[in-house]
């Protein structure tokens, strides 16, 4: 019902930035929240960032809080993330999720993406 196609990744040196986008496409307007996750090789797959759909409310990871922004454009369906004074530690496949309405009261979230390869060297 909903596709989620990231961009954006790439290789960045310690310390750089990066911008992340996500176009959701689809039965969008069922949408209640966006975010961004991230796996590196061998660990689990963590939190990143989350925002609300309607009203704009946001939620960070402590690990990149200060220096991560998430946002949304409803027009385009699109939800970025802006990384800064970026570390070796968050090299990661980064993916794009999307929580339906149904699911507002769950931490489950119901569309995945591809994911996009970020890598920061030092």
């Known amino acids: 019902q909903v596709q989620l196609v990231e961009s954006g990744g790439g290789l960045v040196q310690a310390g750089g930035s990066l911008r992340l986008s996500c176009a959701a496409s689809?039965?969008?307007?069922?949408?209640?929240?966006m975010a961004w996750f991230r796996q590196a090789p061998g660990k689990e797959r963590e939190f990143v960032a989350t925002?609300?759909?309607?009203?704009?409310?946001?939620d960070y990871a402590e690990s990149v809080k200060g220096r991560f922004t998430i946002s949304r454009d409803n027009t385009k369906n699109t939800v970025y993330l802006q990384m800064n004074r970026l570390k070796p530690e968050d090299t990661a496949v980064y993916y794009c999720?999307?929580?339906?309405?149904?699911?507002?009261?769950?931490?489950?979230?119901?569309?995945w993406g591809q994911g996009t390869q970020v890598t920061v060297s030092s």
């Open positions: 689809g039965r969008t307007f069922f949408t209640y929240a």
């Open positions: 999720a999307a929580k339906e309405m149904a699911s507002a009261f769950s931490n489950e979230y119901d569309y």
């Open positions: 925002i609300k759909w309607s009203g704009g409310g946001t």
